[in-house]
């Protein structure tokens, strides 16, 4: 039960994007269309799933009996910057459908700092290997889905007569600020 | 000299690294609740922008070609922690309202952005003031942003009330996360108002930015713009 709470709440109700504002970088450059966008989606669901669970082990393992917890930043960023070069060498050569569609988004995703907020977050938050896994996916999930939605309000857009002051970044920030009110909406499901 | 000024120029007017290169949006949209908020988050990033470009200035011909980027995320997350500690010691409440977005600064796209583009091949003195126009530029969006939505949506400015509720009632949404985006949408919009028929300044940043890097929205506005 505690399980699904924390999941509908980090996919949702305090979804990344819209209410604490991770991850904003590839959310606004890369949801120029709905099927890049879902490959972002993906991409992002892969690596964090990965490095959310590398870096609560790593913390639990290393970290805390050596007493170096204040080190977690740099530690955690190495790891998932490694890890994506990892990922990235492993699909290539294992999966080479898959690394063609998510090729050129996974290099993007060291620096989403949705990932790095991820595995602060569930430091932080005190939760243990199961809950931080479920954690992280459940927030890559609530990434793709705004992204996904992001990606086709943005496709209908692109036809519309904007204000030519709101072309570009302003109308999309709009957008978002819209979206953003519809999830407040979900905050009574916890 | 004139160079130092020339770099504190564009960093805080022509290539504003929050209004026209759209660059570092989640600590901008994130902590920007309050005045004081956004100038704490922009003078925290200003520290770590002018130390880090120092730092990779000084070791740009040191630092092979091949593994330069795990090299500056490195130097550049050792100075987030140093700065995270002296919060912590002396600003304890800063510490508490910026919560996890200060170790998150290590992977705000200004930072980097600006030791790939500037710092890595020019000498430090420039360099510095190079960091530190950007992230006064930082600061100074930050600042605006967050007073606005102050003003707006609790009535205040720096915790000086600005109006009553009897006056008007604050619009309560501004602080919450919606308002973020309206209130950055309003500024931009207005940004690009005043400057339309210019040449836009994110046109000169794109070249010099890689837009792939962390998906530089510049461009994209730069696009539309060149329609006209």
């Not at chain 1, 450059?29 to 879902?38: D, I, L, N, P």
């Not at chain 1, 913390?59 to 917890?69: C, D, N, S, V, W």
């Not at chain 1, 898959?98 to 090729?103: D, N, P």
């Not at chain 2, 992230?135 to 000086?160: P, Q, Y």
């Amino acid at each position: 039960m505690n399980l699904i709470i924390i999941a509908i709440s980090a996919a949702l109700v305090n979804n990344v994007v819209l209410s604490q504002f991770l991850g904003l970088c590839p959310f606004l450059g890369v949801s120029k269309q709905t099927k890049t966008a879902a490959s972002m989606g993906v991409a992002v669901i892969f690596v964090i799933a990965i490095s959310s669970a590398c870096s609560n082990l790593i913390y639990k393992f290393i970290l805390i009996p050596t007493g170096m917890e204040y080190l977690q930043t740099i530690v955690f960023i190495l790891v998932i910057a490694a890890l994506v070069q990892f990922v990235e060498m492993f699909l290539k050569k294992s999966s080479p459908a898959l690394y063609s569609a998510l090729g050129v988004y996974l290099p993007l995703i060291t620096t989403n700092c949705a990932v790095l907020g991820v595995a602060l977050n569930s430091v932080s938050y005190g939760y243990n290997f199961i809950e931080t896994v479920v954690y992280g996916v459940s927030t890559a999930i609530g990434f793709t889905i705004a992204i996904v939605l992001m990606a086709g309000i943005r496709e209908r857009i692109a036809d519309n007569d904007v204000p030519e002051s709101f072309k570009g970044m302003p109308i999309v920030l709009l957008t978002a600020g819209l979206m953003s009110i519809a999830f407040v909406g979900f905050s009574g499901l916890v | 000299m004139n160079k130092c000024i020339e770099r504190l120029y564009n960093g805080i007017i022509k290539e504003n690294p929050t209004l026209v290169l759209i660059l570092g949006m989640c600590p901008t949209l994130a902590v920007t609740t309050s005045a004081i908020n956004g100038m704490g988050m922009g003078l925290t990033t200003t520290a770590v922008l002018v130390m880090s470009n120092f730092m990779i200035s000084l070791l740009r011909k040191i630092i092979p070609d091949k593994v330069r980027m795990p090299a500056y995320i490195v130097i550049v997350a050792s100075f987030v922690t140093v700065i995270q500690m002296l919060l912590e010691g002396y600003l304890p409440s800063l510490n508490e309202s910026l919560g996890v977005y200060i170790p998150l600064i290590v992977v705000n796209c200004i930072i980097l952005g600006r030791a790939e583009s500037y710092a890595s091949k020019n000498p430090v003195v420039p360099s510095i003031f190079d960091g530190l126009g950007m992230g006064l530029g930082f600061t100074l969006s930050l600042t605006i942003l967050g007073a606005l939505r102050e003003i707006l949506g609790a009535g205040t400015f720096f915790g000086l009330t600005v109006y009553t509720e009897e006056l008007m009632p604050p619009v309560s949404i501004m602080v919450l996360a919606p308002g973020a985006f309206f209130v950055l949408a309003m500024v931009i919009a207005v940004r690009n108002k005043i400057i339309r028929g210019k040449k836009t300044a994110a046109e000169a940043g794109c070249d010099k930015i890689d837009c792939g890097h962390c998906g530089n929205t510049a461009c994209a506005g730069h696009k539309t713009g060149s329609a006209e």
